[in-house]
């Protein structure tokens, strides 16, 4: 009898051995399985492959994507690979695709509304250009570019054209005093500055609009300015004194010094050939490139 207990034990120790082997392997590895790949799947699709790896779909989830397509899966929790126990759920993010938006009503707003709007519906200002309008005030938007009410997606930039205001072709201001060329562009809806330095001029007394910029002629929008460069009258130099020179010397002294010449022989003075007077004294002085007379006797 003892020796048959014996085999007999060996098998039950044997067997023990087995059995305790077994169960350290399912406690550490039997009841786990590994999250399945998901990614780009269907739903329908990830529900098979969980099922086959012995495990529940769990919470679904959905949110837009850029990159995945409707439908398809963005990610799972517990993510691919990730070791869990048999039956438990794991969690999908399904893809709604991209995020669109409205563009919202911007025509007649300020601009800095418009961008405001764009940027509160999630969508980015775009370049700005600008256009004369008869109708729509200067400063705001006359249309946007998608359209009011396009469906777009989110973050696209949205082109602005912003109103200049009403076309106006410039008046020709100069020669005129400032007043009067200030009145002149007011009343054309235009703003007025007056430059800070003033030129020498021949042409226009002093205080009267040498040029203007922009030009006359050109286009502007109401609003715009126009600035205005002002004579200070023309250069003031002195007049040679040359009464009693020949007609020759007093007219290079003149030209020399810049002025024009003109002779007055009257009817005693055609054959004379020596200055009596001159219409500026000598010493005194007149605008440069004037005319100065001088008679001869």
Do not use: C
Not at 81 to 97: K, L
Not at 126 to 145: H, K, L, N, Q, Y
Not at 277 to 288: C, L, W
Request: hydrophobic share 35%; charged share 30%; net charge negative.
């Amino acid at each position: 009898p003892g020796s048959r207990r014996g085999p007999a034990a060996i098998v039950v120790a044997v067997l023990l051995v087995l059995g305790l082997g077994a169960g350290i392997w399912y406690i550490n590895s039997g009841q786990f399985t590994e999250v399945p790949p998901l990614l780009a799947k269907t739903q329908e699709q990830a529900e098979d492959r969980l099922q086959d790896a012995g495990l529940e779909l769990g919470k679904v989830k959905h949110a837009y994507s850029d990159t995945v397509e409707r439908g398809q899966i963005i990610s799972s929790d517990p993510k691919a690979g990730t070791r869990i126990r048999g039956n438990d759920a794991v969690g999908i993010t399904v893809s709604d695709g991209p995020e669109t938006v409205r563009v919202p009503a911007l025509a007649g707003r300020k601009l800095d509304e418009a961008r405001s709007l764009l940027k509160e519906d999630g969508l980015e200002p775009g370049m700005v250009t600008r256009e004369f309008s008869e109708d729509v005030p200067r400063g705001s938007v006359i249309t946007a570019r998608p359209a009011d009410g396009t469906k777009v997606r989110a973050g696209t930039g949205v082109a602005l054209v912003v109103s200049k205001g009403a076309r106006i072709d410039i008046p020709d201001v100069t020669g005129s005093d400032e007043a009067d060329a200030r009145s002149e562009l007011t009343e054309a809806g235009l703003k007025v500055k007056i430059a800070t330095e003033r030129v020498t001029s021949s042409e226009y007394d002093k205080g009267q609009v040498v040029r203007q910029s922009p030009t006359s002629g050109g286009p502007a929008a109401e609003g715009d300015t126009v600035t205005l460069t002002l004579s200070k009258g023309p250069e003031m130099i002195e007049v040679p004194d040359v009464v009693g020179d020949s007609v020759d010397d007093a007219r290079q002294a003149l030209e020399g010094a810049g002025f024009e010449v003109d002779e007055d022989r009257g009817l005693f003075g055609i054959f004379g050939d020596e200055v009596k007077s001159q219409s500026v004294e000598g010493g005194r002085t007149a605008p440069k490139g004037s005319t100065i007379t001088i008679k001869i006797r």
